[in-house]
Structures are given as structure tokens and as C-alpha cells.
């Protein structure tokens, strides 16, 4: 599987080697950007290579036309923002309508199962779309205030998926006896993708909660969650559409006409940010907390491991969670459709090896998913860890327990992306993550 990645890989960078060449030059004297504002930590500025002393201000760099300094940056911007951000948002206003339309017919026939059927593998398309969206946190998906509030951020994400803020279960029950309304004003712990995937995965609702809504009452709460969910995901999808707010030349014309980006090099440090999303959450969240082997401090039922913080333990999609989140930051490093990736930045200062790396780590870690998931899957394996000592140990070593040598390996990528990837183009890591180095 290993190879196949591979050879894919090469084909990419061969197809897309004639833009590489043209931004090679001036890209090597222009070195890194600036830092990111407050919200981030700018990595420090490379050193340009020797014999290529350029100022970093875009200029022509006398190549007879060709894409330079920051034309370049913006090159790479643009076809991230047409090739991968506009079309993952168009999919997920495309699924979370289907969503709705399954809810509906879920709300006609409450307890049939089909019309369950249904309706659960809508909303695990829906969450599957939804996760490529996870490491896509710039511009309106963006938080608005700190720490790490992004240019543009208006905090959409939030009212889409809350995660990992705790689900209210019991306020959720009572919203559905209720026939609670569900718009911006509703507290983000009850509703989203997170509410729906309760609802729709438990039968009758705990024992411990006061309310207790029939199963009528809490499909026709689905509906309304789902409507809601469907109008944000529109939302979202019209603040970047070109026909519409198009944010996606906000972004790709950074530095330029953009009236938010001073420079090209602002949104690259916010897509940056929005990357360490595979370190943060992926990482330490989904797979360290959940194996035990981030659990200090935690209480955890296990004596091992820590299945109560799997993401999607309900639908057992918590791997293929994982799965789609280092699939897009790979796609976002190498480009997809022969377009450009930041990969092609590397390039241009001659340190193709680092990406060349990167790559080979992200596909391991991706092999390694693969492998679990036609397994027992993620979830399962969560809960069958029964050393946390061996867990770790196979974490460090990269070979043991496969749950928990995935860890070993994100975490290789990751320390190669955070470290020479992110000093050689002087990108920005998030306020959060500064101090950050496991």
C-alpha cells in the first residue's frame, strides 16, 4: 500500500513539476513571511540559500514573466482554495442536504427501521464530509477571538460540530421534549453533528436525565437539528463561493486586492494554523487521550485506556475521523487536480527532501489507519488496549500494538511538519501549540 502511495505521489509532483520550476528562483530568495498577528507564533525566518539574495517583496526577479515571491505564494493559495476549500464545503452543503431530506422521511415513519437505516448513514456521510472541513479552519470556519482566532473567522464551525466540548445529554432530551427551536442562539453543546449522532444512535434517552421524550419527539428533534445544520453548512458554502461572499479571492489575492490579508504570506501562516488541527486534536486527542496514552490527569473507567473520549463512539467512526483528517492535510501539502500544494513552496527553496519525508510519514500513518479499520477498527481497539506501559512503550518504539503505534507515527509527521518544514518557509504555529514539542 506503501508503494502505491508512493508512486501516486510521484505522479503529482511530476505533473505539476513545470509550476514548481517557474516559482523555483525567487521563492529561494524570498524566504518565509511575516508572522501571523497576535493569535499565532511565527516559526523564525529561513535563511534564504546562499547566492540568492532577495528581499521577500514579490518582485519580478527578472525570469521574463514568470510566477515569483509572492505571486507564487499566492499561486499556491489559489489552487488550495479551488481544488480543496470550496469544493469540501460544496460536499458538505451537498450532504448535510441530503441529511435533512433523510430526516424527514425519519420524522413520517419515527420508528421504522429502514427510515433509521437511512438516516444514520446520511448523517455518517455527512460527518465523514464534515471532517475533511475539521482541517480546514480558516477565513469564516475560523475562530474569531483568541487563542488562535484567525483573519476572517466569524466561528462557523462551532454551530457545525462542537466537538471536543462535552455534549449536554440530558439538556439535549429535555430540548426534544420540548420541541425546542434550534437556531444561533442555542448553546453549541446541544446541537450540531455531535446532538444528531446522540439521538440517532441511542434508543431511549439515559436513565439519568428528568426528561424522557418518546422516540417521535426525538426524531422530529433530529429534523430540527438537522435543518439548522443545513443552513449553516449554506452559510458557510456562500461566504467562499465566488457567485457569492467570495472569500476565495480574499484569500488567494492576499497581499494584493485582498482587503483582509496584507500579504500572502498571513494566509499561509493561518493555513498553517489550521493544519496543527492533525497534532492537536488528532494526535493528542483522538488517539492519545483515547489509548491512555495522554490520560494524565484523566479519569478514565479503564484501567488502560480511555474509550469515554473516543470521538464518534456511538457510530464507531472515530477512526475513520482520524483517517480523513491526515488524508486532507496530506492532499493540502501535495496538491490535488496536478494543482499546486505546499509542497511546491518547499521546492522553490530547494528543500524538496523535507516534503518528499512528509509525505512518506503521512502515508505510513494512513497504511497504519487502514490496517486497524479493516480490523476490529479504531474504537474497538481503544478498548481491547490492556497495557498502558506497553501502549506507550509501542507508541516510542513504532511497533507493537497498532492502536497505539498510529500515535508513534502522527507524531513522526507531525514533529516534521511543526520543525524543518515549518522553519524553512516560516510559517506560523499556533499560540496554543508554542510550547508544544511531545
Known amino acids: 500500500m506503501l508503494l502505491t502511495h508512493l508512486q501516486s505521489g510521484l505522479v503529482q509532483r511530476g505533473a505539476k513539476l513545470f509550476g514548481s520550476l517557474l516559482i523555483y528562483m525567487v521563492l529561494a530568495s524570498c524566504g518565509g513571511g511575516g508572522g501571523g498577528g497576535g493569535a499565532v507564533t511565527p516559526a523564525p525566518t529561513p535563511t534564504p540559500p546562499p547566492g540568492n539574495g532577495g528581499d521577500g517583496d514579490g518582485g519580478d526577479g527578472g525570469d521574463g514573466g514568470g510566477l515569483t515571491g509572492d505571486d507564487a505564494r499566492r499561486a499556491v493559495l489559489r489552487d488550495i482554495a479551488e481544488d480543496i476549500i470550496l469544493p469540501a464545503l460544496q460536499d458538505f452543503d451537498t450532504q448535510a442536504a441530503t441529511l435533512q431530506t433523510a430526516t424527514e422521511t425519519l420524522v413520517a415513519s419515527p420508528t421504522d427501521t429502514a427510515a433509521l437505516t437511512a438516516a444514520r448513514e446520511a448523517w455518517e456521510a455527512a460527518m465523514s464530509s464534515w471532517q475533511r472541513n475539521e482541517v480546514l479552519q480558516v477565513g469564516p470556519a475560523g475562530r474569531s477571538t483568541n487563542p488562535d482566532m484567525v483573519v476572517g473567522g466569524q466561528d462557523f464551525r462551532d454551530f457545525v460540530y462542537s466537538w471536543p466540548v462535552t455534549l449536554d445529554t440530558c439538556a439535549l432530551e429535555s430540548a426534544a421534549l420540548n420541541s425546542a427551536a434550534v437556531n444561533g442562539n442555542t448553546s453549541i453543546n446541544i446541537t450540531g453533528l455531535g446532538a444528531i449522532e446522540h439521538l440517532l444512535y ?6 439519568a436525565c428528568a426528561d424522557q421524550p418518546s422516540t417521535a419527539q426525538r426524531m422530529e428533534h433530529v429534523q430540527r437539528l438537522a435543518d439548522r445544520t443545513g443552513v449553516v453548512a449554506t452559510s458557510l458554502l456562500n461566504r467562499w463561493d465566488p457567485a457569492m461572499g467570495d472569500f476565495v479571492e480574499q484569500w488567494s489575492a492576499a497581499g494584493d486586492t485582498s482587503t483582509l490579508y496584507a500579504a500572502p504570506q498571513e494566509a499561509l501562516d493561518a493555513l498553517s494554523v489550521a493544519l496543527f488541527y492533525v ?10 487521550f483515547t489509548t491512555g496514552i495522554g490520560a494524565t490527569g484523566l479519569t478514565c473507567t479503564n484501567a488502560s485506556s480511555c474509550p469515554e473520549f473516543l470521538e464518534s463512539p456511538l457510530s464507531s467512526q472515530s477512526g475513520a475521523n482520524i483517517r480523513t483528517n491526515v488524508q486532507v492535510f496530506r492532499d493540502l501539502f501535495t496538491g490535488v487536480s496536478d494543482g ?17 519525508e512528509l509525505v512518506e510519514q503521512l502515508d505510513l500513518v494512513l497504511d497504519s489507519i487502514n490496517d486497524i479499520e479493516s480490523g476490529a477498527g479504531f474504537d474497538e ?12 512503550n509501542a507508541s516510542g518504539n513504532n511497533s507493537g500494538i497498532p492502536v497505539c503505534v498510529l500515535h508513534g507515527l502522527i507524531s513522526d509527521a507531525m514533529d516534521t511538519f511543526r520543525g524543518p518544514i515549518v522553519s524553512a518557509l516560516g510559517l506560523a504555529i499556533p499560540q496554543s501549540s508554542a510550547g508544544d514539542n511531545d
Open 202 to 207: 441511542t434508543d431511549v434517552p439515559p436513565a
Open 279 to 288: 497534532e492537536r486534536q488528532a494526535k493528542d486527542r483522538k488517539i492519545a
Open 340 to 356: 499546486m500544494g505546499i509542497n511546491d513552496l518547499l521546492e522553490g527553496i530547494d528543500r524538496g527532501e523535507l516534503a518528499t
Open 381 to 392: 481497539a481503544v478498548r481491547n488496549v490492556a497495557d498502558r506501559t506497553d501502549c506507550v
